[in-house]
């Protein structure tokens, strides 16, 4: 029974196991072919967490952000700059020595052909950046593109580019600001190359670093400017790691650089041109600050690019997060099977508990691996696992009560419990003192004949109830009815101080308990039923006797046989009882024990050589008797 049920344990573990990992499997494909889903809604807040866990950084030197902020939208007095104004702010920028200047503007309307050439003029003249936007149709749509060399990349397809307007787009170079943000409309990532047709742009960010670096080294999965290599994401998507709130990278007003100040702090520098101005700026919500100005998130980007400060997520972080996907809800199964569920349960949250730990380490340390993936593989099979493994452990529990219950009807309890926690009680034979009783009816065999085998089961039945109740009350194990009789063993399970105290006070109860039972019988005329009780107390040799399919526990021994002999005793002397003077003496007796029997007297027991010394009693003289063994008994 017990192998079979560990045979279906384990194929229902092996079944699960397997469920397990192709759960994970599949939605691990998923992410590690960057398909959007609902995950993505729950890896957003989750990667927040993560920032505000790891805290603001400073930002590298290196970029400064020239700001279109309130001050100077004050003075200036209206919102956007007049074009003739930001062509005096990039000529100013350029000649303080800038390394490159990025617009971070979509000059999409045509304003006073004066203004718009003498801005294009300022371009011209600057190592400067502007900004298109790339439009794409619903959904997403990649494009295989190859780049030369072997090099072939899935990038973003666009619908068509919108451009500023003549002859300001064809004073510098263009780039695209379009960024990724997730469904909480937090920016996640900048696309560095998209495809329009034919035609393959880069992003702003990556145009202001060839500008100021020189033309970056484009591979699989990584892009190096100069010495910095930052890591690609599918779809070559740069991640974003926001440095902190707005401000966080230097940033200037424009109005101080029109003013003729704040030039050294530009000098050398990439600077970023963009609007802060409260109501005048695209702003994004990040886990530092829910306004977070636009122009902020593009400079973010450009020194990630410069730098290689940003995160590190690309196809090794997603393969690593495929297989955290598939051997985490293994892991929980595994645990989950264990025979202790309790166990079990406890475990299994142990494995994605680690993970996330180190997932929120690897985070402060750049590295961004999921979070909500690994949740989502992992916790279904447990709870789904879990509720199984335990809806099938109360079955068996279930069903284990009830083959106890039932073994219960051919056992004594305590011997089943025993047998039950170690199944190898006994197998190897055990010598031990024990007290034995012996109990038989006198007159049986004649009255059997006149009830007929209906009425005899029904009169062996209540015979057998009046001692196994006597049995229970007395820590005593029945082992074995014998028609009309029966054996009981005082010291099974384990053998106690008071086995013989036990073994007498359970005999004056039964010898009780049978007058009682005889009298209230109705009897044909001429039959009378009497009943005969021997004790005897001394070694016995406990064992399992049978065959391998049908065992019995029993005790033998010459204890066991003087025990039955004197039930002859006791019918050659007309008594109900006899004890022996072994239980008497084990039983440390009283004086007035003694008194109420007659003994002790010697006599020949049939098979020994020896004569053996015995109590003699009758219950109507025992009355008195059973409170003095009340007091003995747990000595």
Not at 447 to 470: V, W
Request: hydrophobic share 50%.
């Amino acid at each position: 029974m017990r192998s079979r049920l560990r045979s279906w344990r384990a194929a229902v573990a092996l079944v699960a196991i397997i469920v397990a990992g192709t759960w994970g499997a599949f939605l691990g494909v998923w992410h590690l072919q960057g398909r959007a889903s609902l995950l993505d809604r729950a890896e957003g807040p989750m990667t927040d967490w993560r920032l505000l866990i790891a805290g603001e950084r400073p930002a590298p030197e290196g970029i400064v952000i020239v700001a279109i902020d309130d001050e100077t939208v004050r003075r200036v007095g209206s919102h956007p700059l007049p074009r003739a104004l930001l062509a005096e702010l990039v000529n100013r920028l350029t000649e303080s020595a800038a390394k490159a200047i990025a617009l971070d503007m979509l000059f999409l309307d045509p304003g006073p052909a004066d203004a718009d050439a003498q801005l294009a003029k300022a371009i011209r003249h600057a190592r400067a950046v502007i900004g298109a936007v790339a439009l794409f149709p619903r959904g997403d749509a990649f494009s295989d593109t190859s780049l030369g060399s072997g090099l072939s990349l899935a990038l973003p397809l666009a619908e068509r580019i919108v451009t500023p307007v003549s002859p300001i787009a064809e004073a510098g170079e263009i780039g695209l600001v379009n960024i990724s943000a997730d469904h909480g409309g937090t920016p996640r990532y900048i696309p560095l190359l998209i495809r329009s047709g034919v035609e393959l742009l880069p992003c702003f960010a990556l145009r202001a670093s060839a500008v100021a670096m020189g033309d970056p080294e484009i591979e699989r999965n990584a892009i190096r400017v100069g010495a910095a290599e930052s890591a690609i994401d599918i779809g070559y998507h740069l991640p974003l790691r926001f440095y902190g709130p707005r401000g966080t990278i230097p940033t200037i007003s424009a109005q101080t650089i029109l003013d003729g100040g704040g030039l050294d702090a530009v000098r050398g520098r990439i600077v970023v041109v963009g609007a802060t101005a409260i109501g005048t700026a695209d702003t994004f919500a990040t886990a530092f600050d829910p306004l977070f100005p636009g122009v902020e998130v593009e400079a973010t980007a450009l020194t990630h690019l410069v730098t290689g400060g940003g995160l590190i997520r690309d196809l090794a972080t997603r393969r690593i997060d495929l297989a955290a996907s598939m051997i985490l809800p293994i892991l929980t199964v595994l645990a989950l099977s264990l025979r202790r569920i309790s166990l079990g349960i406890a475990l299994s949250f142990v494995p994605l508990v680690i993970w996330l730990i180190l997932v929120i380490f690897a985070f402060t340390r750049n590295y961004w691996f999921a979070m909500a993936l690994p949740l989502a593989a992992t916790l279904p099979v447990g709870l789904l696992f879990g509720s199984l493994r335990l809806w099938l452990e109360q079955r068996s529990k279930q069903r284990m009560r009830r083959q106890r219950e039932a073994f219960r009807r051919f056992q004594s309890p305590a011997i089943a419990d025993t047998i039950a926690t170690n199944p190898r009680f006994l197998l190897e034979p055990v010598e031990q003192n024990a007290a034995i009783l012996f109990v038989d009816l006198s007159g049986f065999t004649g009255l059997s004949e006149q009830l007929g085998a209906q009425r005899t089961r029904n009169f062996l039945k209540e015979f057998h109830s009046i001692i196994e109740d006597e049995a229970l009350r007395s820590n005593g194990y029945v082992e074995s009815f014998m028609g009309d009789g029966a054996m009981l063993v005082f010291g099974l399970p384990a053998p106690r101080a008071d086995d013989a105290a036990r073994a007498i006070k359970a005999a004056l109860s039964l010898a009780r308990a049978l007058k009682v039972w005889i009298g209230h019988l109705t009897l044909p005329e001429g039959y009378v039923l009497g009943m005969r009780i021997g004790v005897h107390h001394g070694a016995v040799v406990l064992s399992r006797l049978g065959a391998e399919t049908h065992q019995h526990i029993t005790a033998t021994g010459d204890v066991v046989n003087v025990a039955s002999r004197l039930l002859a005793v006791g019918k050659e002397r007309r008594v109900e009882i006899v004890f022996s003077g072994d239980v008497v003496t084990a039983a440390s007796a009283s004086p007035d024990l003694l008194r109420s029997f007659e003994g002790p007297q010697e006599v020949q027991i049939r098979g020994r050589a020896k004569q053996l010394a015995i109590w003699l009693g009758t219950l109507d003289r025992s009355e008195q008797v059973e409170d003095v063994i009340n007091v003995n008994v747990g000595r």
